[in-house]
């Protein structure tokens, strides 16, 4: 290690600097982010007793006798903070290890001559790297530095950054992350530190009152609104790692809403009528269970789907941070409605799907199939994501955005969603990337069905195709919700994607929660895309195992309820017992819809729901807690008759205490006190003989 920290090594070393600077000069091709070496070599040379604050070193790093990098760092006495401004590595020789060397092992060194030189210890290193989706001019991977300072121990600071103009004449930089490579083991910073940094970068940078300028204002403001008394550090973000552009596909979320005020049947909308009418057989045509109609006056809606700026999954216990590549997109929102008849409960069917002009990305796709898809993640991307309409700024969460435009003042149970895409519009990230679908459709429908020899011809295109491996990991994660599908292999493939229905240019899963259907110009599909959204032969039967579900689980937490407060209370009114249990027989006989349809792929989406969501097994508990709930009335009623009889035979013991109290004192003399004993033992023996044989016999 060279260290170059005043005047006599820069005349010492000055043919290192030479090819320092050649070097620097084509690591940092922007103006507007790079010093002239002049300025720093004039810091290098400033005395200590000066009272300018910022101060500079360069540190060079030799290898096999040539240049090998080079990092140049301000430090401020006063705060006593480290600030790493600019790391140079030789083009020739890069992905040797040269900038791990030089953070490892040549900075610690170089700072710990620098505070036994100042008797000071210094309390944070900052630092700057280039956030990728907002530079354009670089000649190294934004990403793969990112991810060299993130292997490097670095965490990010929560602010949008602003660097000051380097020097007169240039602009100020917004595309950079502010990084901390020394923390603590909490992982925080405190808000002094920070505030105290970038006060005296901007004053260094010739901004002698920063409070006075509106960059800095932003940023302090930015700290002094974090509700924590230091600064959370956090992971640095990968950037989202899309291959693929969706330009025809539609999402659609089923929700909940009780006591509908306008849960009546209404006029029949022409539009869903033929549609239903097609999937219902021939009894339910006569007696048609539910109603779906477009909402009133409101038709489809453009809007604009606002995404955070990062987001964290975890994974097999490991916590990941992406950012996202695009924070709003546009989009149309299409509203209907599903009406059970004599029911108020309805359920809304909101599809979203991308503008004609914009498209969907894989990762957009599932930021928002996290509302309905797996929660093993804990992304909670739901409070994150944020709606509007087009040309407007007021932004909402999803479920106020919907009551909003529905006009729905109840609150909404947000259940199911399905997913519809045509593959013909897919734009690859890569011309090359392309494949032939119908081969892509043919591969999947064989080897899926466990055909022995299908199944290793898939395998082997899954292991050698790139990109036909990437879209069948995706696949699962659409279907599962997830992130991170990329970890996926072969079997855990075959094992997520069963699908219901698969030819050679359609294929339909249901996973979970999240019914997938994908399809090669489809007509269907295209007819309704303007409309509805989405076809309505998923709509429907969807929408009926979203209502059985949402009705059997309040029967079971009504009875699991019930069975809970009634087991602890001996007193609960079997009346209540009886009101409990008649509503939640009304809630089986008439609040479940049948298999209503006509076709197989419809009856065979009800069978599979069914069975994925559980029904079968949470209506088996819903039975046995009506029984259970049959037997507390029937142990009640015992209890009640038995308390009856008791009360009738203590009657009785009273009376026939008057009639043998006379018998008993004329056999004893008259001894009234004594005539009373006798004729109360007899009595209450009587009657307890007659009790105790009643309740034996009941027993038999």
């Not at 930089?173 to 909490?186: C, D, G, P, T």
């Not at 050698?464 to 699962?476: A, D, G, S, V």
Request: aromatic content about 12%; hydrophobic content about 40%; glycine content about 4%.
């Amino acid at each position: 290690m060279i260290l170059i920290q005043d005047k006599k090594d820069l005349l010492v070393y000055e043919k290192q600097l030479e090819d320092f600077e050649i070097s620097y000069i084509e690591a940092f091709p922007d103006l507007n982010e790079r010093e002239e070496l002049i300025d720093i070599y004039k810091r290098i040379t400033l005395e200590e007793s000066n009272d300018f604050q910022v101060k500079s070193f360069i540190i060079l790093h030799p290898f096999e006798e040539r240049f090998g990098g080079g990092l140049i760092v301000d430090y401020y006495p006063n705060s006593k903070i480290i600030h790493l401004i600019y790391l140079v590595v030789n083009h020739e020789i890069r992905q040797l290890g040269i900038a791990k060397k030089i953070l490892k092992e040549d900075l610690p060194a170089a700072i710990e001559i620098l505070e036994t030189r100042l008797k000071i210890n210094f309390n944070a290193i900052f630092f700057e790297s280039n956030n990728p989706i907002l530079t354009t001019i670089d000649n190294f991977d934004t990403e793969l530095r990112l991810s060299i300072f993130k292997k490097l121990g670095a965490k990010l600071i929560p602010i949008d950054y602003i660097q000051p103009p380097l020097e007169k004449g240039k602009q100020n930089v917004n595309n950079l992350f502010l990084l901390l490579l020394q923390q603590n083991e909490k992982n925080t910073l405190t808000k002094t530190i920070l505030v105290d940094f970038l006060s005296e970068l901007y004053q260094g940078l010739g901004i002698l009152y920063p409070t006075k300028n509106d960059d800095f204002n932003t940023m302090l403001n930015s700290i002094n609104t974090m509700t924590s008394e230091n600064v959370e550090l956090q992971e640095i973000p990968t950037i989202d790692n899309d291959h693929f552009k969706f330009r025809r596909v539609s999402l659609s979320f089923q929700l909940i809403v009780d006591d509908y005020e306008n849960s009546s049947f209404e006029d029949i909308c022409t539009f869903f009528h033929s549609y239903e009418t097609d999937l219902l057989s021939f009894r339910f045509q006569r007696e048609r269970p539910f109603q779906t109609s477009f909402i009133n006056n409101i038709g489809v809606i453009p809007i604009e789907i606002h995404f955070p700026k990062s987001y964290t999954y975890l994974s097999e216990g490991v916590s990941t941070t992406f950012q996202s590549k695009r924070r709003t997109i546009k989009a149309n929102l299409h509203p209907n409605l599903s009406k059970v008849e004599n029911s108020s409960t309805v359920i809304f069917n909101v599809v979203f799907s991308n503008d004609e002009n914009d498209y969907f990305s894989e990762s957009e796709i599932i930021k928002l199939l996290n509302f309905v898809g797996s929660k093993q993640e804990n992304v909670n991307l739901k409070d994150q994501i944020y709606f509007s309409r087009s040309g407007t700024d007021e932004k909402y969460e999803l479920e106020e955005f919907l009551m909003k435009i529905i006009n729905v003042s109840q609150s909404m149970n947000l259940r199911n969603g399905i997913i519809q895409f045509d593959t013909s519009t897919i734009d690859f990230q890569s011309a090359e990337d392309e494949f032939n679908w119908t081969s892509f459709y043919n591969h999947l429908r064989l080897g899926l069905h466990n055909e022995t020899e299908a199944q290793m011809k898939l395998e082997l295109l899954y292991n050698n195709n790139e990109i036909f491996n990437k879209f069948c990991n995706l696949l699962c994660g659409f279907s599962l919700g997830i992130f991170d599908y990329n970890r996926m292999g072969f079997d855990e493939v075959i094992d997520t994607l069963k699908p219901i229905k698969s030819n050679e240019n359609y294929m339909l899963l249901k996973v979970r929660g999240i019914l997938l259907n994908m399809c090669h110009e489809d007509e269907m599909y295209e007819n309704c895309i303007s409309s509805v959204g989405i076809s309505p032969y998923f709509i429907v039967p969807n929408m009926v195992i979203t209502y059985n579900e949402y009705q059997l689980e309040n029967a079971f937490k009504l009875l699991k309820a019930t069975i809970t407060e009634a087991g602890d209370n001996a007193k609960y009114p079997i009346l209540k017992l009886r009101s409990i249990r008649n509503k939640a027989d009304e809630i089986m006989q008439f609040h479940q819809i049948p298999c209503v349809f006509q076709y197989k792929t419809e009856k065979d989406i009800f069978k599979f729901s069914t069975s994925e969501h559980g029904l079968d097994s949470l209506l088996d508990n819903v039975k046995n807690q009506l029984s259970t709930i049959d037997h507390l009335i029937g142990e009640k009623e015992s209890q009640r008759e038995a308390n009856s009889e008791l009360f009738i035979t203590i009657l009785l013991t009273l009376l026939s205490c008057f009639q043998f109290q006379g018998i008993f004192e004329s056999l004893l003399n008259n001894d009234h006190l004594l005539s009373w004993i006798y004729t109360t033992t007899f009595s209450f023996t009587v009657a307890f003989l007659i009790f105790y044989i009643n309740k034996l016999k009941k027993k038999e």
